[in-house]
């Protein structure tokens, strides 16, 4: 079944620079209007609707279960810059930095 958070209703934020991050961020963009509406509108309201989950807004950004930006590399392991191709998404899992699991991005344009 893989790794899973142990509870249902999950927080999501938009952050507005890398500092919100405690891994390395290399070219971080914040979302635009359009793909903000998109991701509130669309995604999660989809999500929510077949998986049994909630997402909630929070304004705290580095406590946020789930966040969402673009940038060019980021270090999810501790390993170093790794360059986003096309899509990146961190799982609950323990491969990953704490900090990462459930941060979720698109390459920066």
């Given amino acids: ?3 899973q958070w ?6 999501w934020n938009l952050p507005t620079s890398p500092a919100a991050y405690a891994y390395d961020v290399s070219g971080f963009v914040s979302l635009n209007n359009s793909q ?7 995604i999660l309201q989809n999500y929510s609707s077949v998986c049994g989950l909630t997402f909630t ?3 705290n950004e580095a406590a946020a279960n789930i966040r969402y930006a673009e940038a060019f590399a980021v270090d999810t392991t501790g390993q170093g810059l790794e360059q986003i191709p096309t899509a990146l998404g961190v799982p609950p899992d323990p491969q990953f930095l704490a900090a990462a699991q459930g941060d979720a991005g698109s390459p920066a344009n």
Wanted: hydrophobic content about 30%; aromatic content about 16%.
């Fill in 1 to 3: 079944m893989g790794y």
């Fill in 57 to 59: 807004y929070t304004n």
């Fill in 36 to 42: 903000i509406g998109n991701l509130v509108g669309h």
């Fill in 6 to 11: 142990d509870f249902t209703n999950l927080t």
